[in-house]
Each structure stands twice: as C-alpha cells, then as structure tokens.
C-alpha cells in the first residue's frame, strides 16, 4: 500500500515561490511514477505535470511551462514540485499523485494548501 | 480550457440513477484512450472511482458503473446515497496536446 504524505500549507506573496514536498512510503520513490494535480477555489481538477517513464523525462502542462519544476530526491523517497512567480490565481490545493503506467492516477497525497495573497 | 466536457451539476433524490456524462474527441476518447473518473468530497483528496473505461478499485460499491462508446464517456450512480453528493471528474489522454493527461470540466452531484 502507497502513501504519499505531503508538506503543510503555506502562505506566499504574490511573485513569489513555492515549494511543496510529498513523501513515500510502503513503496520507493523509484517505483513510482509521480505527477502533480491542483484545484483552485470553484474551478475543478487541473494536471500540471508529472514523470513519463516512456520518456524518461519530466513532461509540464503547457500552461505552467517555464514558471513549475518537479524533482525527486530518491535517497529520501520524497518528490518535490516548485511553482514560481506565483499570483493570486495559484491559490489552491495541490496534490502529488502517482499514476498508473495507464494514464490513471491511483495514489494520491493529503493534499497542500498554497495561498497567494499579499 | 478543458478538451473533456461534462455537464456542470445532477441531481436526483435518494435511491435514483443519475448518469454523468464526459463528452471527449478523436484525440482522446475517440484515439481509443481509456477513460477514469475521479470523486472528489469536499475537505479530502480525490479517490479513484473507474479506471479503464468500467473497471472499479477494490472496494468502490457497484452502485458505481462506467462506459464508453466512439468519443464519449459516462458514470453512472445508481441507488444513489447522500454521501454520493461530490464532484466527479472525468480523465483520459490526449495525443494532441503537450498536456497529455486531461481531466473532464467537473460534475457537481446533489442529491436532493
């Protein structure tokens, strides 16, 4: 059984970063495939990204390109999403979730509550 | 912005069927790619409710169903319960974005 357990919420200003940590256990990091999912305040699921093991590579939804980086430090089973230049429309809960191999995500953490507001 | 459109809100009354629908293209549902919905209750993460079109995680209730025909897809719950009032997303792959995995708009379930 996976269990992913996150970093607690933060409060950012606007430009700012943000970094979010999600820690494995039960399986190791290198097992695993780990993307990141958001959902702001009265808007719905949103992909942002994640590890494509056909690749090899970490692939970015095109609309975080350029301002989000994932990470893995594999030697502490724990995976890392950073969000910079942040604004007030990143206000949300972010999620670290492992998909399946299939394009599904099963596992997914608690939940990270960013807040961007000056 | 979302490729994968589901109608905003159903609702149906303790005991009913009610259907969700996740309505895709060729690039995605229609290219063949699966199909997973996700619940989402208010305050917790989201769970896994469907995967590969029709197939549900070990202990998802029956009452919870999938389908999917040509470029569309849909959820079913039937004996609908109160703690079935959620959001719902469909998800898929899409080859004709850099953003592969999509996820549907978001069906907000009521039961009145």
């Known amino acids: 059984q996976v269990q992913l357990v996150q970093s607690g919420a933060e409060v950012k200003k606007p430009g700012a970063s943000v970094k979010v940590s999600c820690t494995v256990s039960?399986?190791?990091?290198?097992?695993?495939?780990m993307h990141w999912v958001r959902r702001a305040p009265g808007r719905g699921l949103e992909w942002m990204g994640g590890?494509?093991?056909?690749?090899?590579?970490?692939i970015y939804a095109q609309k975080f390109q350029g301002r989000v980086t994932m990470t893995e430090e594999t030697s502490r089973d724990t995976a890392y999403m950073e969000l910079s230049r942040l604004r007030s429309e990143d206000t949300a809960v972010y999620y670290c979730?492992?998909?399946?191999?299939?394009?599904?995500?099963?596992?997914w953490g608690q939940g990270t509550l960013v807040t961007v507001s000056s | 912005q979302s490729v994968l459109t589901q109608p905003p809100s159903v609702s149906g009354a303790p005991g009913q069927r009610v259907t969700i629908s996740c309505a895709g293209t060729?690039?995605?549902?229609?290219?063949?790619?699966?199909v997973h919905w996700y619940q989402h209750l208010p305050g917790t993460a989201p769970k896994l409710l469907i995967y590969?079109?029709?197939n549900r995680p070990s202990g998802v209730p029956d009452r919870f169903s999938g389908s999917k025909s040509g470029t569309s897809a849909s959820l079913a719950i039937t004996g609908l319960q109160a703690e079935d009032e959620a959001d719902y997303y469909c998800?898929?792959?899409?080859?004709?974005?850099?953003?592969?995995?999509?996820f549907g708009t978001g069906t907000k379930v009521t039961v009145i």
């Open positions: 590890f494509d093991p056909e690749d090899g590579e970490t």
């Open positions: 039960g399986y190791t990091l290198t097992q695993l495939s």
């Open positions: 998800q898929s792959y899409d080859n004709s974005l850099s953003d592969s995995r999509v």
């Open positions: 590969g079109n029709s």
């Open positions: 060729s690039s995605n549902i229609g290219a063949g790619y699966d």
């Open positions: 979730v492992t998909d399946s191999g299939t394009y599904y995500f099963y596992y």
